[in-house]
């Protein structure tokens, strides 16, 4: 577990995770005093998470919680997030940076859109 402050970030895989600015861009999007939660997770453990809060029955790349205004939680499935890259035409890093801006995003409230993609792309360019 790393714990920068307000944001911690656990690894329950068995696999090495990329080093990204996890810090920057959330402090960047959600502000200093936004308290993150960032777990990297098993398939099964994220399909689990999936199926409990979304009745989908297998992984996803990312979900995100807001559990207060101040508050939330990331987890990811590095394994999905892999697997997923190229159809994105991003290799793993990048995409899992994409990913975790997208999951800041939904925490501070916007829904997919145009307006979400503009800000997506926006951050992406600021931390690429």
Do not use: W
């Amino acid at each position: 577990m790393i714990d920068n402050g307000f944001c911690t970030i656990t690894n329950k895989t068995k696999g090495k995770l990329p080093r990204l600015p996890f810090v920057s861009i959330k402090n960047k999007i959600l502000g200093d005093d936004y308290e993150l939660g960032v777990t990297f997770l098993s398939p099964l453990q994220q399909k689990r998470i999936n199926s409990t809060y979304r009745n989908i029955n297998k992984s996803t790349n990312i979900l995100s919680f807001p559990l207060s205004k101040k508050t939330g939680e990331i987890t990811f499935d590095p394994i999905k997030v892999r697997k997923d890259a190229p159809l994105f035409e991003m290799n793993y890093q990048k995409f899992l940076m994409y990913l975790f801006i997208h999951g800041c995003l939904h925490l501070k409230g916007f829904e997919h859109s145009s307006t979400m993609e503009k800000e997506e792309k926006k951050y992406l360019n600021i931390f690429s």
